[in-house]
């Protein structure tokens, strides 16, 4: 077979973000654009006589791309291909092919929540052989490749029909196309205690479970899992059809862009709701009167884990990205573990967990996971939810234990952690970082600290201003820059941060997070998150002059 080299031309701003290199559509389709980034990935890497996953969450420019990838990936000498059927493979299912069967790499295609469609995004992960995203050390490379290429290498062949489960060659390579559900459905099986979660569902007529796929890739993950494994009826699902372009919706769980499931949910009574985004790695717990957020969802895993079998050893350790609300080191100390605060995105996480240090750990922004993948993982954390349920109700035989009852006992445990996020999105750039500038400012000079701000409940004194930095214990790579935070006397928090995965302009996340003991009593613990508070809302806006810098009155979205 010949390898035939392509004089291409770098483009600018191929650098990856949080999660991989996301742009619109028409960007990706540009001559040469992505072959370039494809090329500068196996650039950065050694993956000849190699295996390579493929997989993605199937939106809009997904089957060009693939064959792309299989066209490049062969040029530079791959050994095999494993591609999910009709190239699917959820973001965590995928991490878990790379694990099973000892791939070197895996490339995704997805950009998450991001809306998809020819006129939306487009995105392009590498993932390296722990099943993880890959570390800065090789995100750096790939950057530095897309910024010299001169040449992309591929064969010529006709394309490979992705339609079909089977094994064919493909010039010097070999392709495997797989069942895309079906190692994962194992893998959940062998971590949740599957029959006591079917007991309690087929005993409670009253406990009705609604999953939303928001027409992203876990549909056919979960009708498999809650249908085929739990026993539910097809009615548990709702727009789990799999689209390119999400059906036109935003694929993102949370309350604003999941109003879908938090309609039926509250129409219709049902006790447990959930959703997932777009590649399947987010997570929302949402029945009816009752929201977990992301911050407490994973301390409460952590609380209850030793009623799920995958845990049944013991939890090595705990961990959350800075943003997320300090819920789950309460859980920590409380058990005598060690726990870790990483900078924002998921591959922060890997290192922690191949050296044994890390069981479960989570973001703010709807990530709940632990290690048995090495991403995110949606409907794990919805089956762990359900385990949790069905544990503390064999528990409690005489009454119904829902949502609200596993928060409340947590909280009059812990205390609680109010916790919101304001994202402004789309902002100008300039606005943005003048509004950072102004931050570090006050940082580097101190003048704010141990000032008084006066708010509409209550005063609330800044205790410190710092620049977030992480050195990995691992391998002692350092991340600087990793968002501004304002401590508290009073032990609040308030965080300011760019986003990295946005396609367009800037977007800036502002975290919120007050901290109240147990003894605050259950009126005070039950609160809604915005009365919680409102006063240290006033507070962060405020003294970051964000409205002035921006220009926007309201947040676009609040989580
Ligand atoms: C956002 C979230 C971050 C998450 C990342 C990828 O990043 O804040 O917690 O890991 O998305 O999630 P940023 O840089 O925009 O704040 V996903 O579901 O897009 O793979
Ligand atoms: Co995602």
Redesign the pocket.
Known sequence: FQVKEISTKPFEGQKP???GLRKRVKVFQQPHYTENFVQAIFDSIDAKDKTIVIGGDGRYFTPETVQTILKIGSGNGVGKFIVGKDAILS?PAASNIIRKYKAYGGILLTA??NPGGPDNDFGIKYNVENGGPAPESVTDKIFAKTKTIETYKIIEAPPVDLSKIGETSYGPSQVSVIDSVADYVTLLEGIFDFSLIRQFLESQNEFRVLFDGLHGVTGPYARAIFVGSLGLPESSLQNCVPLPDFGGGHPDPNLTYAHSLVEVVEKENIAFGAAS?G?G??NMIYGKGAFVTPSDSVAIIAHWADVIPYFKDGVKGLAR?MPTSKAIDLVAKKKGLEYFEVP???KFFGNLMDAGRLSICG?E?F?TGSDHVREKDGVWAIVAWLNILAAANKKSPNKLIGINDILLEFYEIYGRSFFTRYDYEEVSSEGANNLVKNLNEALNTGSLNNSVHVSSTGDFTIASLYNFEYTDPIDDSVSKNQGQVVTFSDGSRVVF?L????SQGA?V?VYVERYVAPDAGKEELTKPAAEGLKGLIEVALRVSKLKEYLGREEPTVIT
């Open positions: 973000g949080t999660s973001t998450s929540h985004d590649d790695d987010r990205s924002t995105g998921w973001e922004s990530g941060r986003s990295g995965t946005g977007t996340r």
